[in-house]
Structure formats: structure tokens, C-alpha cells
């Protein structure tokens, strides 16, 4: 189903972008052995929305952590899939944790007025009507506003985070489309493709 708000599909299907692939495989839960639903849980459950993140940044880290720590306990497969899963949380928690919390006191500031824009601006409407194919081109093409929409409005209020924030989603896009088998990438819409393609995005990363 199309998510009918900008921030559950930013992080239900990305920037965030590989939580486009993370958070759609998460909520098949039948797909899930029971280890690895055990230790995602915790995680699953936090507010998806960039305010809760930015102004929770430390608990939704430890949560990441104590979920990392969980995983080891599972089987070799569960760990490459929780290492998947949770890209969006390892990218801001570990990878480029220090870089961001220099960034936070701008970001915390703003971050709640730029996700009910980017909400506004970026909200689609499932029809029952429509078929799975329009539904994903729909949701595919509400991944690049967002994703976009977050990048622009974060850096025009913090324009000291902007590298940080570009570098991250390159980085999100990056993950996306390793993930992601080519010969599905192949299949999929224009838009599903775009949000898959590096270059594509970098393009409208710069453009910005």
C-alpha cells in the first residue's frame, strides 16, 4: 500500500533509500525467521519520522546498538539481512555518527518544520482502483521527493550539514542499489530505476 504521509515513506521505503528495500522486507514479517524478528523489533517500533530521529538521536542509537548486538545471536543469513535491513540507522549511527551530532543543535532546530513540509509536499493518495505496478511507480516516485525534499530543505537552514547530508545519501542510494538484484532493477518502472541509480540521484544532489 502507498503510504499516505511523506515521513512513514521516507522511512518505510528510502532516503531514506535503502530503507525502501529494508523497511518493505521488514514489514513481511512471515519472510523473517524469529531471531531476526526478535532483534528488529525494537527498532521497528520507533516513530519513522526525521523529528523523533534527530531529537532522539542517542536512544535510537543505543536501540541500534542493543539490536546489533542481538543479531550475533542469529543465524550467518540473518546477519547479512540485519546488516541490510538496518542500513538508514547504521549509516547515522555508526558510519557518519560523530559528523552528524557536530550537525545536530542546526538540524534539531528545523527538523520538525522541514517534515511537515516535505509531508505536505510530498503526500500521495492510494486509490483502490490502482494496480500493484501503479502503486509501486506511485510510492517510487514519492521516494525521490522525499528524499530530494529532505536534502533541500535540511541544507538551505543548515547549509554547514549539506556535504554531510549529501555524502549520507549517497551513500543511502549507494546501498540501495547494491542490495538490489540488477535483473530486477532492469524490470522495474522509470521511476523505480531513478531511485536505484547513483547517477541519477548524485545529478539531483548537485542540481540542488
Do not use: W
Not at 531476526?36 to 532522539?56: A, H, V
Not at 557536530?102 to 509531508?119: A, F, G, T
Not at 500493484?132 to 554547514?160: G, R
Request: proline share 2%.
Amino acid at each position: 500500500m502507498v503510504a499516505s504521509n511523506g515521513r512513514r515513506a521516507i522511512f518505510s521505503l528510502v532516503i531514506a533509500l535503502q530503507c525502501a528495500a529494508t523497511f518493505a522486507q521488514i514489514g513481511d514479517q512471515g519472510k523473517l525467521s524469529d531471531c531476526l524478528k526478535g532483534c528488529l523489533r525494537p527498532l521497528i517500533k520507533l516513530d519513522r519520522s526525521f523529528t523523533y530521529q534527530f531529537l532522539n538521536f542517542d536512544k535510537v542509537c543505543d536501540t541500534l546498538e542493543k539490536a546489533a548486538g542481538c543479531q550475533t545471536r542469529c543465524s550467518l543469513e540473518d546477519q547479512k539481512a540485519f546488516y541490510q535491513f538496518t542500513s538508514f540507522f547504521r549509516l547515522h549511527c555508526v558510519e557518519f555518527e560523530e559528523e552528524l551530532e557536530e550537525q545536530m543543535p542546526c538540524l534539531r532546530m528545523i527538523v520538525s518544520q522541514v517534515d511537515k513540509k516535505c509531508n505536505s509536499d510530498c503526500s500521495i493518495k492510494s486509490e483502490k482502483t490502482m494496480s500493484k505496478e501503479q502503486k509501486m511507480k506511485a510510492t517510487c516516485k514519492q521516494v525521490e521527493c522525499n528524499t530530494l525534499c529532505y536534502f533541500e530543505n535540511f541544507s538551505k537552514h543548515c547549509p554547514d550539514a549539506k556535504d554531510l547530508l549529501m555524502r549520507i545519501n549517497v551513500r543511502q542510494t549507494q546501498e540501495l542499489e547494491m542490495v538490489t538484484p540488477k535483473h530486477q532493477i532492469e524490470k522495474m518502472e522509470a521511476e523505480c530505476k531513478n531511485i536505484h541509480d547513483l547517477n541519477y540521484m548524485k545529478m539531483k544532489f548537485v542540481a540542488i
